[in-house]
C-alpha cells in the first residue's frame, strides 16, 4: 500500500462519508423529505478522495453539479451540507444554493456549477488570481466527460496553457454524459490525448482504484507548481446510481452494472488495508461504521433545523456585495479639459490600474494594435503586467474574469464587439449575476465588462446591436451607459470600485464626441440620473446615445415652439433612479421616454411601467406616455436605412409636439 496508515484512514473515512451521505440523500427524496433535484456520485468516491490527499489545504476546487464527495474531502461538515438540501437557514448557502450550487470559501471550494463545464472557466480564473497574486495554491477545474465536447473547455485550456496558469483540469470520465454514453459523443477513444493540442501534459488513472488516483493527482499538483504549466488528469470511473433522482437508467445493461460493481471503490480499497496488514478487517469494520454514524448524527441535527429559514428579503440582501464608501466629490473647480470619450474611458482605466494593482485589463487586440476602437491606446506600454491580450475566446476570458474577481482581482474584460456579449452569456448571467446571492454573500464579483453598442458605424447587423435590455432581466448585474466624456469617465471609475458586477455599453457613435471632463478623484455614484438639462414642459428620460439626439431636439424645440424640455440620462441603466424620474414627470406632467433600441422588450418600457404605476404621477399625467425607440429591425448596412433605423432629433422633436396636441381628456383610474 502506498499511503500511510494515516492516509489510509482518512481515504476510507472520505469515501464513506461521501457514499453514506448520498445514500442517506436518496432516501430523504425518494420519501419525499427534501425538495427539487440532486445528482449522486456513488461508485466515484475514490476520484474525490485521491484528490483531496494530493492538494493543500489552500488550493482551490471548482466541482461540478455532481459536487457532494468533492465539497466532503474537502472538510465541510455534513450538517451544513444536510441543511443545505433541506433549504435550511443552517446550509453551507442558507438554503440559497442546494445541491447543484455549494459553495464554501472556508474551505477553499469556489462553488460548483450547475452549467455542464462552465466552472472550468471559473477554475482558470481563480488560477490567473493566485498566479497574479504570487500564490503557491493551484487550482483544480472538476468536470465530467461530457463536458469536453463544450467550447468553454477547449477555450480554458488553451488560454491556460497560453498564459501558464497553475490550473488541473481533472475530468472524472465515468462513461456517461447524462444518458449519452462516452463512446457515441466523443470523436476519440482518449479524452486527455486531446489536451496535446494545447501542448499540455496529461496522464490517464483508473478512477475506482483511491491510491492511483492519489498518486498520479500528486505528480500533477507537483508538476503545476513547479513549473505553472496546466495540467490534464483523466480519472476512469463509473456511478453506479442515475444521473438524477429521476433517472432508472435504462440506457445501460444491468450486466454492465454488475461489472462495475464489482470494482466498487470502498470494496477494493477495504481489502487493499487489510492485505497491507496495517489494519485488520475489525479495524476497518470499525472505522466504516463510525464513519456512517458521524454523517446519520449530522442528518439528525439538520433535521432539527429543517424548517429554518433566511426570509425572502434576508435572501435578497444577498443579491449585491456590500459596497465600500466611497467619496464622491465634484472635481477641483469647473473642469476646463476637453477630451473624446474614447480617451475619457482609457484615462479612467489609466487611473484606476495605477490606483490599484488588483485591476487587470482583459481582452482581444488590447495591446500594440491599441483596441478595435483604439479605446486601450497605448495602456500596454504603462501598465505591462496588468494588461492582458487573449485569444479569440469571448465565454473563456470572461469566465476568467469571473473567477479572477472571487479572488479578489478587479477584471476590466473588453469584449471586442456588444454583439460578441452573447457568447460570454453565461458566465455573466449564470455566474457573474449570481455568485454573490448563490453562496449566501461568501462570494463576491467586482469586475467590469465593456462593450461597445450602437449603429452609425457601417458594420451591418451582427457588429451594432444595443443589447442592454437584453441583460437588464437579469438579477445582480448592475448596467451603466454613459452618454458623454465626463461621465464615461467618472462613471467607469466608480464601476471599476465597485464590489459588484457591472457591464458598461459604450456606444460607438460617441467616441469622437469632445467634453470636459473631471480629474482623477472625480467619481459619480452609480445608479444615479444626471439632468443634462432643466425644463418645465416635458420629460425626456434616455440614455447612451441616444441623450445626444434628445439634447439636439430640445434646443429645436425652444427655439421654435418655446417648449422647455428637461432632459434625463438614466447613465444607470439599472438600478434605475426612479426618484429623479417621478419628480420631473410630476412638474412636467408629460413624459417621452427615447432609446436606440427596439421597442419590444426595450428598457424604456420599464420607465413608463415606472411612471404610471406612481399614484401621485400617473394622476399628474395630461397627455399618455411616448416611447420613441429603434426600428423592430436588425442594424441595416446601407448608410441612409442605418440613420433612419434608430430614432432622430426630428422624429424626437415630432413626438414632443403630438404630446402638446390637444386631444380626448385623458382618463385613467387607480
Known sequence: MHFSREQAHEALSIMVRSRHFEEMIDTFFKHKEMHGTTHLSIGQEATQAGLSLALNQSDWIVPTHRCHGHTIARGTDEQKMFSEMFGSSDGICKGL????????????????????????NLATGIAFALKNQKSPAISVAIFGDGATSRGAVHESMNLASVWDLPVLFFCENNGYGMSAATRRMVATDSIARRSEGYDIEYAVVDGNDVEAVYLAAKIAVEKIRSTSRPYFLEVKTYRSCGHSKS???????????????????????????????????????????AERLKVEEAAKAAIALRY?????????????????????????????????????????????????????????????????????????EKHPSQLHETPVSEEAFTGLAVGASMLGLRPVVEIMYGDFS?????????????????????????MVLRAPIGSGTGHGA?????????????????????SCPGDAKALLKS????????????????????????????????????????????????????VMTCLEAATILSSQDEIEVEVIDLATIKPMDKETILRSVLKTQRLLVVHDSPEAGGYGAEVVSLVVSDEQCFASLVSPPVRLCGKESPIPFSLELEKQVIPTKEEVVASVRRLFRPTEPFLFSL
Not at 462495475?260 to 472505522?287: G, H, N, Y
Not at 487587470?360 to 476602437?373: K, M, R, V
Not at 455566474?431 to 461568501?442: N, Y
Not at 451582427?462 to 454613459?482: C, D, K, R, Y
Open 495 to 546: 464601476s471599476i470600485r465597485s464590489n459588484n458586477p457591472v457591464l458598461y455599453f459604450e456606444n460607438k457613435h460617441l467616441y469622437n464626441n469632445l467634453g470636459p471632463v473631471g480629474d482623477g478623484d472625480y467619481l459619480m455614484p452609480l445608479g444615479k440620473a444626471v439632468v443634462k438639462k432643466r425644463g418645465e414642459h416635458v420629460t425626456i428620460v434616455s440614455y447612451s446615445h441616444a
Open 247 to 289: 433517472d432508472s437508467c435504462v440506457y445501460r445493461s444491468r450486466e454492465e452494472e454488475s461489472l462495475w460493481l464489482q470494482r466498487d471503490p470502498i470494496t477494493l480499497f477495504s481489502k487493499v488495508m487489510v492485505a497491507s496488514t496495517l489494519f485488520t478487517e475489525e479495524d476497518v469494520a470499525s472505522i466504516i461504521l
Open 422 to 446: 452573447t457568447l460570454a452569456s453565461d458566465p455573466i448571467i449564470n455566474h457573474a449575476a449570481k455568485a454573490s446571492f448563490m453562496s449566501a454573500g461568501q462570494l463576491s464579483c467586482p
Open 97 to 120: 444554493g442546494g445541491s447543484m450550487h455549494m459553495t464554501d470559501v472556508e474551505h477553499f471550494n469556489a462553488g460548483s456549477s450547475a452549467v455542464v463545464g462552465s466552472g472550468v
Open 462 to 482: 451582427q457588429h451594432t446591436q444595443s443589447l442592454e435590455a437584453m441583460f437588464a432581466n437579469v438579477p445582480g448585474l448592475i448596467i451603466v451607459a454613459p
Open 308 to 380: 429554518s429559514h433566511v426570509s425572502l428579503e434576508q435572501a435578497m440582501g444577498y443579491l449585491f456585495a456590500p459596497e465600500e464608501e466611497v467619496a464622491l466629490r465634484l472635481s477641483n473647480g469647473i473642469p476646463t479639459r476637453r477630451i473624446s470619450y474614447r480617451e475619457a474611458i482609457r484615462e479612467a482605466i489609466d487611473e484606476e490600474m495605477a490606483r490599484d494593482k488588483a485591476v487587470h485589463l482583459i481582452g482581444e487586440d488590447i495591446g500594440q494594435y491599441g483596441g478595435c476602437f483604439k479605446v486601450t491606446g497605448s495602456l500596454f
